[in-house]
């Protein structure tokens, strides 16, 4: 990653401190970007009379805010860069730095792809079916099925999406698409996302009906993934930062779904569950884990409320219980499966597994709204 080539709004940033008069700050970022924090320090105290605090602990996104443990230690003001701001209270005075990169990739690569993807689209438009009532097998079949799972298809329009680093690309990719014939969209999500066209790991609420296609820019698989899982929709990508264009492997998708079904029925016979909540305040969803609970209670088997900050198998594994169902990052049970020892559930799949949600529905991402 060339990281001279990101802007860390360094002087934006430093002239908050001077007019404010700050006198300790605290810097958070991701991990990706901590090579960078020490550099930073040292110019933020050169250029200004403030002394800053970098927050090392991991830091995977917004929803992971250090503001509370920060006020207690006399930070005025929190620079937390890379991440844009979710719905939810900081509590402090906090400054967003988006951390955009200055890439500008060529559109070539990628066009196969989309052709391709495009062409499925329209196939799907074509052969909806209306819901027939399906035997246990074939609705098991479906909730396999990587595409076509979910809501029905009114259009096939490329939506146009991207991580917080290079959505400022958005509106050029948008004319340069339709110049080279799709009619394209920048979807608006809901209040956990800032900007059109942003997708986080754990929201994707602006997926459309009139959406048959997707294009992502930006690098590594960790959104595109989540984002075929939760619409079952095909996906191009075109990373900012080496040109390069690929797809979502559907193949990929289902082996996660194989997965996912795997564990489900893996807990049949489960009797005991640790229900874990997340500490952290944008991952908190006490409600559920509450529910969860009930629901377990209704099927006559226990369940037990785990808060965590981090969460790891080291952490969980040795609790004497058949498995876990995890109401903190959706990722985590996702992501991470292969790494504990026993089945890490999402709210969905449990429900799946108690049969209060049928397979049918197919697969239902765990979405953060
Ligand atoms: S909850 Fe998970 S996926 Fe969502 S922003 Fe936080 S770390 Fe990312």
């Known amino acids: 990653m060339d990281l001279d080539r990101h802007d860390f709004e360094l002087t934006e940033l430093m002239e908050r401190i001077r007019s404010s008069d700050h006198r ?12 960078q924090a020490l550099e930073m320090m040292d110019e933020i105290e050169t250029e200004t009379s403030a002394k800053v605090v970098l927050a090392a602990d991991p830091c995977y996104g917004a929803c992971d805010l250090v503001h509370d443990k920060m006020k207690m230690m006399g930070v005025e003001l929190v ?16 400054q967003f730095i988006d951390v955009t990169y200055d890439g500008d990739p060529e559109l070539t690569p990628v066009i196969p792809f989309l052709e391709n993807h495009r062409a499925m689209a329209k196939k799907r438009l074509l052969d909806q079916e209306k819901p027939v009532e399906l035997s246990t097998e074939d609705a098991q079949e479906k909730f396999l099925d990587a595409v076509g799972r979910l809501s029905p298809l009114t259009d096939t329009k490329l939506g146009l999406v991207g991580s917080i680093q290079h959505l400022h690309l958005l509106p050029d990719f948008h004319d340069r698409l339709e110049k080279a014939g799709y009619d394209v969209t920048i979807p608006l999500g809901g209040a956990r996302l800032s900007f059109p066209g942003q997708v986080l790991g754990c929201n994707y609420s602006g997926d459309q009906d009139d959406i048959g296609h997707y294009l992502f820019l930006g690098s590594g698989d960790f959104h595109p993934i989540g ?20 797809e979502m492997s559907l193949e ?3 082996r996660i779904l194989r997965q996912r079904f795997g564990l489900i029925m893996a807990c049949d016979n489960a009797q005991s569950f640790g229900i874990l909540i997340g500490e952290k305040p944008g991952q908190m969803r006490r409600t559920l884990a509450l529910r969860m609970k009930r629901m377990l209670e209704k099927h006559g088997k226990k369940g037990y409320l785990l808060a965590l900050e981090h969460i790891g198998p080291e952490l969980i594994d040795f609790y004497p219980v058949d498995a ?19 089945p890490l559930l999402t709210p969905f799949e449990l429900e799946v597994a108690l049969g209060e949600k049928q397979w049918e529905l197919g697969y239902q991402f765990d979405e953060i709204p």
Not at 80 to 91: D, R, T, V
Not at 227 to 246: E, I, Q
């Open 252 to 254: 990929r998708i289902e």
């Open 227 to 246: 984002l075929v899982l939760h619409t079952g929709k095909p996906l191009a990508m075109l990373d900012p930062y080496s040109g390069d264009a690929k």
């Open 79 to 94: 620079a937390h860069m890379g991440h844009s701001q979710m719905n939810i209270e900081s509590g402090m005075p906090t």
């Open 324 to 342: 876990f169902v995890n109401t903190a990052c959706p990722r985590i049970a996702i992501d991470d499966a292969v790494r504990y020892r026993k």
């Open 24 to 35: 300790l700050i605290a810097l958070q970022l991701p991990e990706g970007l901590k090579i």
